[in-house]
């Protein structure tokens, strides 16, 4: 038996389309760790590779985020038109469950790793169930490594990237981790996630941990800090704002070797934090903040969400100024994204505000409802108008101007960003896809991947 592991690309349009430093797909390669050992496994990932949709694969599996849905179906359906058994799984096939179930023979409903062997099983005898899901939660002494051989070799900026820890205990109304895994906070024995970093060394001694809040178990995260502080890697995570109000915590972040930290600010306004459900982070001044992180030799990539209900037209300047004066090392600014699953999009819903469920237009980067405090154009002028100008030179030469440890991070960050930026206003195809042919259903327009 043979299958194929599926992560659908991104469209040029969009900034991550453009992006060149890749990052390998994570669920795939854990999910081809609980492949039984007789079957062959192959890994796709339509950003650095073609698919094949005649390599005689007998199930393929497709993981898919809301933003690749469309993409996701159409390979989905492509196979299917080839007889092959279609699997989805991930973010979106788990909140919009009967809308996958029309382009796939089963999907998957949350983690995959407990329930993997047991669907392979059914496929290879014939009896595949449509929904798949596991009631508990993985336990998560029993993770294995991930297969990072299959990726080897494939045109990612490194294959260092590691979990260490799931769910979040904050219940942030826009998120989807919170949705789909609750606000349960699952950790990996310590010596297990040692283990995996020494055989990573031999990689690269630069480390991507994907978690989405590493410091959810504060005696969890002071036992990894120490554990890492030996290994000597230069590693970058996901980490909440209230972080800088525990000294000794950062004190041993930074030892561990944490270089780069993405950190939620989501607004300055304080409506919007109580609005999101953030009100943590109103204690916090925004520019102490930065200040905090910096001492500690930690670079900071800020998110801020836009379109936020207390959002006004002065809201991108007011921001903007904020990063520059504050010398924010990298920044990201998603347009507000209703997501299926989350509470955002439940009042979104009662409020009769979402304009479009085209799973295209939710990468982040167009708008998708109606906004309170401003129009439509306004709000997508105002994330163009602020991407263009937080990542021209004068911004970059600001910002990163006082040098610190962060900069060998920051440095080529704000350079491919920049790039990927303006590549995505002048959208040439990406390598793997040199073959162009117009996607007539989406309203993006130019994505044009080929079968
Ligand atoms: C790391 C990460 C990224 C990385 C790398 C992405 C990659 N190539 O994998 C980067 C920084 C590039 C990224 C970017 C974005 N991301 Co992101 N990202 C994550 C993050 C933090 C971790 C993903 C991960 O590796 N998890 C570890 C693996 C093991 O878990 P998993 O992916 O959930 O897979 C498990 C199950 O879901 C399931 N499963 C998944 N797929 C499949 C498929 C099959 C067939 C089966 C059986 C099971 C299965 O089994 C797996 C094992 O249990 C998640 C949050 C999260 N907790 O997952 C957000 C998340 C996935 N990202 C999200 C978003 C929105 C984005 C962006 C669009 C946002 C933006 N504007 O920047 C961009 C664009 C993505 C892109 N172009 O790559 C959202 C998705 C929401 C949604 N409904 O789709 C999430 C959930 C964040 C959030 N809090 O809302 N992201």
């Known amino acids: 038996m043979k299958v194929n592991l599926i992560a659908p690309g991104w469209s040029p349009k969009n900034i991550w389309g453009q992006i060149k ?9 854990t999910l081809a760790t609980f492949t039984p050992e007789d079957v062959e496994v192959v890994i796709t990932d339509e950003n650095v590779d073609e698919i094949n949709f005649e390599d005689g694969a007998d199930l393929v599996a497709i993981t ?12 989905a359906d492509e196979f299917r038109r080839r007889k092959v058994k279609i699997i989805l799984g991930g973010f979106h096939p788990s909140t919009m469950p009967e809308e996958a179930l029309s382009h796939a023979d089963a999907i998957v409903v949350g983690e995959g790793e407990g329930l993997w062997g047991r669907l392979i099983e059914d496929a290879r005898n014939l009896r595949l169930k449509r929904v798949y899901r596991d009631r508990v939660p993985l336990d998560l002494s029993k993770l294995k490594p991930p297969r990072r051989d ?14 260490v820890t799931r769910g979040c205990p904050l219940r942030c109304e826009f998120c989807s981790v919170t949705s789909l895994f609750g606000r349960s906070y699952r950790t990996r024995p310590i010596q297990a996630v040692v283990d995996e970093l020494m055989e990573l060394k031999r990689e690269s001694i630069f480390l991507f941990i994907v978690d989405d809040n590493l410091i959810g178990n504060k005696v969890y995260a002071e036992r990894l800090f120490g554990a890492m502080e030996p290994l000597k890697f230069k590693w970058a995570s996901h980490a909440p704002l209230h972080l800088v109000e525990d000294e000794s915590l950062m004190k041993l ?8 930290l993405f950190v939620g600010f989501e607004t300055l306004s304080r409506e919007n934090l109580s609005l999101m459900g953030k009100p943590r982070n109103m204690k916090i001044p925004p ?24 959002d006004t ?12 004066e504050s010398r924010i090392d990298g920044a990201i600014f998603p347009i507000l994204t209703p997501y299926p699953g989350t509470p955002l999009r439940k009042r979104l819903e009662r409020e009769g505000r979402i304009l479009t469920d085209d799973w295209d237009m939710y990468d982040m980067e167009h708008v998708t409802f109606r906004p309170m405090g401003m129009s439509v154009d306004e709000l997508k002028e105002g994330y163009e108008w602020l991407n ?64």
């Not at 905090?292 to 801020?304: C, N, R, T």
Request: glycine share 6%.
């Open 253 to 260: 972040i930074s030892q561990s070797g944490c270089f780069a």
């Open 313 to 324: 037209k002065d809201s991108f300047k007011r921001i903007l100024d904020f990063c520059n």
């Open 287 to 310: 520019r102490d903040a930065v200040k905090k992180f910096h001492d500690h030799g930690i670079g900071v990539l800020a998110s801020f969400i836009l379109g936020y209900d207390h």
């Open 388 to 451: 263009a100008n937080f990542l021209s030179w004068t911004s970059i030469l600001k910002r990163i101007f006082k040098v610190h440890r962060s900069i060998q991070i920051f440095g080529p960050m704000n350079i491919g960003f920049r790039s990927a930026w303006k590549r995505r206003n002048n959208p040439q195809p990406p390598l793997p896809f040199k073959h162009i042919r117009l996607h007539k259903h989406s309203r993006l327009g130019k994505d044009t991947r080929k079968f």
């Open 64 to 75: 898919t985020m809301t933003p690749q849905a469309n993409r996701a179906y159409q390979i």
């Open 150 to 163: 299959l990726i080897r070799g494939k045109s990612y900026l490194f294959t260092n990237t590691i979990q």
């Open 21 to 29: 430093f890749k990052f390998p797909p994570l669920s795939l390669t």
